[in-house]
């Protein structure tokens, strides 16, 4: 008796590992495409019955490292910050709009703009809070394109 590991059946040459669409006699009759789980399938002849399924074994894609859910988990619980636009004298409005678009996921045009327009006004503003690592993210960028920005913690003060 052979047993086969669904998630790779498709390098197998052997007709009854690599089904044509329609066979009914294959093994794994669509249930086997889930992504990260290997079920390990005792094959029997076409005709012969069904094969048994063994509990099913989770494959870790990169051991040790924590998977994109538990990243974002830790992100949201971790305390918020806030990017901070400074004003200068070197950089148009059009462009200082341009680069909040393209550097803030999710921004307007008219948020980008009321943000510019503050950080003009009163020599600074609040472009977004969100995690540290998002916070630092945004400043590298936004320095990047040639803005003055900074982050603090979002928890003390106005």
């Given at each position: 008796m052979e047993t086969a590991f669904c998630g790779r059946i498709g390098l197998s040459p052997n007709p009854v590992f690599n089904p044509k669409p329609g066979d009914k006699h294959s093994l794994c009759?669509?249930?086997c495409n889930v992504r990260g789980i290997l079920m390990a399938v005792s094959a029997a002849a076409p005709g012969k019955g069904g094969g048994v399924l063994d509990r099913p074994v989770?494959?870790?894609?990169?051991?040790?490292?924590?998977?994109?859910?538990?990243?974002?988990?830790?992100?949201?619980?971790?305390?918020?910050?806030?990017?901070?636009?400074?004003?200068?004298?070197?950089?148009?409005?059009?462009?200082?709009?341009?680069?909040?678009m393209k550097v803030i996921p999710g921004m307007t045009v008219d948020n980008a703009v009321n943000i510019m327009q503050e950080a003009h006004i009163n020599g600074l503003a609040v472009v977004i809070i969100c995690?540290?690592?998002?916070?630092?993210?945004?400043?590298?960028?936004?320095?990047?394109?040639?803005?003055?920005?900074?982050?603090?913690p979002a928890s003390g003060g106005c």
């Open positions: 009759r669509g249930r989770i494959e870790k894609t990169t051991p040790g490292r924590d998977s994109e859910f538990d990243l974002r988990k830790s992100r949201k619980m971790s305390p918020p910050y806030r990017v901070m636009l400074h004003n200068d004298n070197f950089n148009k409005r059009e462009y200082v709009v341009q680069v909040l995690a540290q690592a998002d916070a630092e993210d945004h400043c590298t960028q936004l320095r990047g394109n040639g803005l003055l920005s900074s982050i603090e």
